[in-house]
């Protein structure tokens, strides 16, 4: 029988302090986003419309593979893309999404954000896709996010804000701070007229790059 997950004090509380600090650094208001990390017998993820500055530990929610809660509360609306990517990305074992106001307003133009800079290729790939607009909380949400993700560690969402992975808190927590100041930076450049890009051999040096560098490959700023 398939163990059911559980929200462990330990995990609720560094998924919860996680949420947190995304608030403090200014990447969420109020309750505009969710965090999750996976767990043997599924995830543990914020709770629905609890603002950062009044959640508590124990109110993060315990989720099974199907979606069902298995402790008290109503998890986050978006729990679907949650589930979803860690069904089908092993690699992934925390998620952060938000509402940041660079990344969301640059999402709001429904594209990439391109390989103007050589820290686009911390999430994997010359550009950081935008995924099609779909209703929050939708599968149809999730399966555009699951598209935009496919060997990525972070995407835009059409209208609507970010997401980034990781193996852990940290690292899932670190990749969306470096994608909302990206976009600010790329909106900043754009106040000088469009920024020159980097070639495909430019940005493929990167990716190799990042493969090493840092503590184990981790992919931090150089």
């Not at 309750?31 to 995830?43: D, I, L, P, Q, Y």
Request: proline share 5%.
């Amino acid at each position: 029988m398939p163990e059911r997950p559980t929200a462990s004090p330990t995990m609720s509380a560094a998924v919860a302090e996680a949420y947190r600090s995304l608030a403090r650094d200014g990447l969420i208001l109020h309750a505009a986003g969710n965090v999750s990390v996976r767990t043997r017998g599924g995830f543990l993820i914020t709770p629905s419309g609890v603002p950062a500055d009044v959640l508590k530990d124990e109110a993060i929610v315990a989720m099974s593979w199907d979606g069902k809660p298995t402790s008290a509360g109503k998890p986050s609306s978006e729990w679907r893309f949650h589930r979803d990517i860690y069904a089908a990305r092993k690699d992934v074992g925390a998620i952060v999404h938000t509402h940041s106001a660079a990344a969301t307003a640059f999402a709001c133009q429904r594209r990439a954000l391109p390989s103007f800079h050589y820290m686009i290729a911390i999430a994997g790939g010359a550009d950081i896709r935008c995924a099609d607009y779909a209703l929050f909380g939708t599968q149809a949400l999730s399966d555009a996010v699951l598209i935009a993700l496919k060997g990525r560690k972070a995407c835009l969402m059409a209208n609507h804000g970010m997401i980034a992975v990781g193996k852990d808190l940290s690292e899932a927590l670190s990749m969306a701070a470096e994608v909302e100041h990206l976009c600010d930076l790329y909106q900043r450049s754009c106040v000088y007229g469009p920024p020159v890009l980097l070639s495909d051999a430019e940005m493929e040096a990167a990716l190799v790059a990042f493969q090493s560098y840092g503590q184990r490959g981790s992919g931090r700023r150089a």
